[in-house]
């Protein structure tokens, strides 16, 4: 059964705290992606990653910056925490290539910073 | 990728065919349509895809017009568990040369009514 794993289901951090949110896929995807989801907002694209130590920049990367020092792993780094970062945060991987090359998620992780 | 556009909610009577609309106007010849869903508090989960003709799985039938501008997600007897956000997103195959990103929008929330 293919996977995708986040590290933490919950977590709470202090304003200003360097905070780390992991991601690992077991399915060799050369590329993943990390989303926050907010109410009324849908899945906005923070960054995306398409081979190791290589990244992009999504449609909302300030105040994040990620690290894919192997394939299957997907780190997100909030530098300073801020209690705007507040949301569910969802980490995804796919394939590459033609045909079916669908998008898995993990579970979610649901930061609060306080 | 190309922008699509979701009514933000509907209803739909258990046992009936949900029939959830997307319109997608901007697509280009070599973009697919994939519909996602995501059920409260869980990541989203692939439902479907189709480049220009009508597909069928165990889950759903996606229709796409002739001109592909727009398509349509048949959920053919809805119950309960059907209800959940419904995404529909346009993307190329995902190369390492590009085309990799994966947006959302805000979907459907598709209400199943007892």
């Known amino acids: 059964d293919v996977k995708v794993t986040q590290s933490s289901r919950y977590l709470v951090k202090r304003t200003g705290e360097k905070v780390f949110l992991e991601c690992v896929q077991d399915?060799?995807?050369?590329?993943m992606f990390w989303y926050r989801q907010d109410p009324g907002l849908g899945l906005r694209l923070i960054y995306f990653s398409y081979d190791v130590k290589m990244k992009e920049k999504g449609d909302i990367p300030e105040g994040y910056s990620v690290s894919r020092e192997k394939k299957e792993r997907f780190s997100l780094i909030l530098e300073s925490a801020s209690t705007n970062q507040t949301s569910m945060y969802l980490c995804a991987s796919s394939p590459t290539g033609t045909g079916r090359a669908e998008a898995f998620f993990g579970q979610g992780t649901r930061l609060t910073v306080v | 990728d190309a922008k699509t556009t979701q009514p933000p909610s509907m209803d739909c009577a258990e046992g009936r065919a949900a029939n959830l609309p997307c319109n997608h106007s901007?697509?280009?010849?070599?973009?697919?349509v994939y519909w996602y869903r995501q059920i409260h508090s869980q990541g989203p989960q692939y439902i479907i895809h189709g480049l220009k003709n009508n597909e069928t799985n165990e889950m759903a039938s996606l229709i796409i017009t002739e001109d592909r501008k727009s398509s349509t997600l048949i959920l053919p007897h809805a119950t309960l568990r059907d209800t959940a956000v419904y995404y529909c997103i346009v993307r190329a195959p995902a190369s390492n040369f590009g085309n990799e990103k994966l947006t959302f929008g805000t979907g459907t929330r598709l209400t199943i009514i007892p």
């Open positions: 901007t697509i280009s010849g070599n973009e697919y």
């Open positions: 399915m060799d995807h050369e590329n």
